[in-house]
């Protein structure tokens, strides 16, 4: 199943020209290299980290990005807080939320700022290639 994922990715990157431009947003350093790793094997991504919402935002405010995961439960700023920032300097982008430990009160505000999909850690990689492939189809 995974593998099907992965050439359908592969197949949209080619069609368009060019790897999709990944932000991912985590404050745990496994997460982001986890999710960076895969994105790697497949040659559809380029991808960049931030490990806060301050290097979120800033990286948001200075680069196009196709898509964008984040963690809503971060220090510094909340997940929220970077969710509505990021919808107001690219509103056209999605934003794919993954999260651990956020109440539903929390998932169902992220929904209501603008982000498309929810995804619950532990994360299994047929689902998260599922989801890549329908927030970016």
Not at 57 to 76: C, F, G, H, V
Request: with cysteine; glycine share 6%; charged share 25%.
């Amino acid at each position: 199943m995974a593998s099907d994922g992965i050439e359908t990715l592969k197949r949209m990157a080619a069609e368009r020209g060019s790897p999709f431009r990944v932000l991912i947003v985590d404050d745990e350093k496994w997460v982001r290299e986890v999710f960076q790793d895969f994105c790697q094997l497949t040659n559809a991504f380029e991808v960049e980290l931030a490990e806060n919402g301050p290097d979120a935002l800033q990286k948001a405010r200075t680069n196009s990005y196709d898509l964008i995961t984040l963690d809503l439960i971060m220090p510094e700023m909340s997940g929220l807080e970077v969710l509505t920032a990021i919808k107001k300097v690219s509103p056209h982008v999605p934003v794919m939320v993954i999260t651990g430990n956020a109440t539903d009160k929390i998932v169902n505000e992220a929904g209501v700022l603008g982000a498309c999909r929810v995804m619950y850690k532990p994360i299994m990689l047929d689902n998260f290639i599922s989801e890549l492939t329908s927030a970016l189809a």
